[in-house]
C-alpha cells in the first residue's frame, strides 16, 4: 500500500481526531471531584487514538505502523470501557454515550481495514531479504555446478 505523505490525510486519523474533540466536549460535564480521575482517564485514551495513528504512520515499515494502529485500537477498548462506565456511573447520559460509542465503532472499523490492508502488502524488508535469498541460492548453484 502507498502510504499518503501525510498521516493527515488518512482518512482514520480525521475521524480519530473527531473522536477526540468530541470526547473532550462532552466530557466538560463530567463533575469536578467524582469523575475527575475517570474524566482525565477517558480524554487521554481518546488522544491516544489518533497519536498512536500519527505515530505508526511515521515508522518505516509497515510492520510497525501495524504495532502503532494495534495500539490505537486497544486506546479504543479503553475509551469505550470509560465511557461505559461513565454512563453507568452517571456521569454521560444515554444519548451521549450512544454518540460516543457508535463513532468509536466508525473509529474502529476503519483502523481494523487499515491494518487489514497493511497486512496484505509486501514489506520493505522482507522482499528485499527473499531477493537476497533468491541470489545467493542462484550463486551457490552456479559454484557448484562449475566445481
Known amino acids: 500500500m502507498a502510504r499518503p505523505k501525510s498521516y493527515r490525510d488518512l482518512i482514520v486519523w480525521q475521524k480519530a481526531m473527531a ?3 468530541e470526547t473532550y466536549s ?12 475517570l474524566l482525565v482517564q477517558i480524554r487521554r485514551a481518546a ?19 501495524r504495532h502503532f494502529l494495534g495500539n490505537a485500537r486497544g486506546s479504543l477498548c479503553e475509551l469505550r470501557t470509560q465511557i461505559e462506565l461513565a454512563t453507568d456511573l452517571g456521569f454521560l447520559n444515554e444519548e451521549k454515550s450512544r454518540e460516543l460509542t457508535n463513532r468509536a ?16 502488502s509486501p514489506k520493505p524488508r522482507e522482499q528485499s531479504m527473499r ?3 533468491r541470489a545467493n541460492a542462484a550463486n551457490s548453484a552456479g559454484s557448484a555446478d562449475s566445481a
Open 19 to 21: 473522536l477526540a474533540r
Open 105 to 120: 465503532g466508525e473509529v474502529a472499523r476503519l483502523i481494523n481495514a487499515l491494518i487489514t490492508t497493511l497486512g496484505k
Open 131 to 133: 531477493a537476497s535469498t
Open 47 to 65: 488522544v491516544s487514538v489518533p497519536s498512536n495513528i500519527a505515530e505508526g504512520h511515521g515508522r518505516l515499515t509497515d510492520s510497525q505502523f
Open 26 to 37: 462532552l466530557t466538560s460535564s463530567l463533575p469536578g471531584s467524582e469523575g475527575l480521575g
